[in-house]
């Protein structure tokens, strides 16, 4: 299996544009998980969806963000405005609940955004 | 207090060295175990995984889990430069919230 696929890798942008960010989990995964890093605060979750529906998003900062899960291989996380302290590297990770090892997370290499 | 403590580092040691990573937490319902390892500009990797208490080994890497303490430890013997990154614990009771130290950075001078 190729992995967990975040698209894009970097991103820079200017404030007050729109960020859209993309994540492809492993095939079969079942739970898709959505978490910014940031040097202050380290990995924070924002938010979970399970059989592609989003069950905690208590995470989510602000309304700016917005994610989305239209089908079980395809996740979106969106930014509308952008605003430099949106900057950290934003994580994606899947893992199967029901197994034995449910709590596994699988990551992908993250995007690297910058909002000027 | 956060629920998992885990000191920032940086951890630097010799090569060949043998590495002791830890992490303390005050939630006793904690079940679930993990070490992840983040090399720079990736995402995290599970590197070890335990259920309940007791001790795990993996080639070169032992993970120990201490409830009564509520202390968790990763153990690198023989450490390689390749090891240097920094190494997150995670745990969590039951269900799909993972709690995440702050991560260790570890540097193994060559």
């Known amino acids: 299996d190729a992995g967990v696929i975040q698209s894009p890798r970097h991103e820079v942008t200017e404030m007050g544009q729109e960020v859209t960010l993309r994540c492809k989990p492993i095939?079969?995964?079942?739970?898709l998980f959505w978490y910014r890093q940031t040097m202050m605060r380290g990995l924070e979750l924002l938010i979970y969806f399970n059989n592609n529906v989003p069950i905690d998003d208590s995470g989510m900062p602000e309304d700016r963000f917005s994610a989305k899960m239209p089908n079980a291989s395809f996740s979106t996380l969106k930014i509308q405005p952008s605003e430099p302290r949106d900057s950290a590297v934003y994580f994606c990770?899947?893992?199967?609940?029901?197994?034995?090892?449910?709590?596994?997370?699988?990551f992908g290499a993250g995007t690297r955004l910058s909002v000027l | 207090q956060k629920e998992v403590e885990q000191d920032p580092g940086p951890l630097s040691v010799p090569e060949g060295a043998i590495v002791s990573l830890n992490c303390t937490y005050s939630n006793s319902a904690f079940q679930y175990f993990m070490w992840y390892r983040q090399y720079s500009r990736k995402g995290p990797e599970l590197l070890m995984y335990?259920?309940s208490s007791g001790n795990k080994e993996d080639g070169r890497f032992t993970a120990q889990v201490d409830k009564s303490s509520k202390y968790i430890s990763l153990f690198i013997r023989d450490s390689q430069p390749s090891d240097s990154a920094t190494y997150l614990c995670a745990m969590s009771h039951s269900n799909y919230q993972l709690i995440w130290g702050a991560g260790t950075k570890l540097i193994i001078k060559p």
């Open positions: 335990t259920y």
């Open positions: 095939s079969g995964h079942n739970s």
């Open positions: 990770a899947s893992s199967l609940e029901g197994s034995a090892a449910k709590n596994i997370q699988y």
